[in-house]
């Protein structure tokens, strides 16, 4: 066990002093200051702490050769993702478990972690494979509605029930040109995920971080995306750089802002300029229980 000593955490617009308690890469115990601790300190005054960044990802799904795997990997850690939310494209149900294990096959050699979620048309969103979601872990959907989509048609209800068990999250997408009629699939998408409790959040773009309701409804927060007791030791290290913190207050411009140390579960991924490539440390996160930390109806 070991403190991680001296934070100065990012939290909103404003920065906090805290302390980490650190036993097997988890954090055990936060507290503003831990004075009595006598053991080993790893002070890390000087720089701006955050949480690791949890965000959408495409491009590793990709037929990548092993060095563009690599590079893709590399450009990732260097903005601060350790966790990457992935979206298996799937047009028939019977292709879902052959995907699947060709993709987690693929990411064996993954140096960041991982959770599996599929991208589906509006046709595939049936209970059997809502029930197969569950059996195959994957906590959440990106559902495409597009010009053929009939909203009103989807059996809402057995949808509903499917998800009882296990609350797979539905990411919907718009496709209509029509901008009418594509206000109008939001209208009905609302009107039945809202009827039927349904759990349900607004697609996040690749390259867009998740942040703390949506992490909460997959299953994946505390563990991913904070720093509290439970949390994995995923975080990144910002210099005290002035000019890149948002005019008027203490918020670092995560735009501009490149961390200067990346790390996931205590292992260093990145320091300067230096990368550090661990191939099969990443981890394929498997959600038991999506939304548990949230009410029915969230």
Not at 10 to 23: M, P, S
Not at 167 to 181: G, N, Q, T
Not at 188 to 212: D, F, L, S, V
Not at 278 to 293: E, T, V
Request: proline fraction near 3%.
């Amino acid at each position: 066990m070991y403190l991680l000593d001296q934070v100065k955490k990012q939290q909103g617009d404003t920065q906090i002093n805290r302390v980490y308690l650190i036993k097997d890469q988890k954090v055990v115990f936060v507290n503003e200051e831990f004075s009595k601790w006598n053991k080993v300190r790893v002070n890390v005054s000087g720089f701006t702490l955050t949480a690791g960044h949890v965000q959408s990802e495409y491009q590793l799904l990709n037929d990548l050769s092993d060095d563009e795997f690599e590079f893709r990997q590399k450009t990732l850690i260097e903005h601060g993702c350790t966790t990457v939310m992935l979206f298996v494209k799937i047009q028939y149900e019977a292709q879902i478990e052959k995907k699947l294990l060709a993709v987690i096959e693929k990411l064996k050699s993954s140096t960041i972690d991982y959770v599996l979620g599929l991208e589906i048309p509006l046709r595939l969103l049936r209970p059997s494979v809502l029930i197969l979601c569950k059996k195959l872990t994957i906590p959440f959907l990106h559902v495409i509605c597009d010009e053929q989509s009939d909203i009103e048609q989807i059996p809402w209800m057995y949808i509903a029930q499917a998800s009882l068990s296990y609350r797979v999250v539905l990411m919907p997408s718009f496709k209509h040109e029509s901008f009418k009629e594509k206000q109008n699939q939001k209208w009905h998408w609302q009107k039945y995920t809202k009827k039927y409790a349904i759990a349900n959040e607004e697609y996040i773009r690749e390259g867009q971080r998740w942040e703390r309701r949506a992490l909460q409804k997959v299953g994946l927060y505390p563990q991913k995306g904070e720093l509290l007791v439970g949390s994995d030791l995923d975080y990144n290290l910002y210099t005290a750089d002035e000019s890149q913190l948002v005019e008027g207050s203490h918020k670092l411009d995560y735009d501009k802002r490149k961390p200067s140390a990346v790390i996931l579960r205590g292992k260093s991924l990145k320091i300067d300029h230096h990368h550090f490539l661990i191939a099969g440390f990443g981890q394929h996160i498997r959600i038991k229980m999506p939304g548990r930390l949230l009410s029915v109806g969230n």
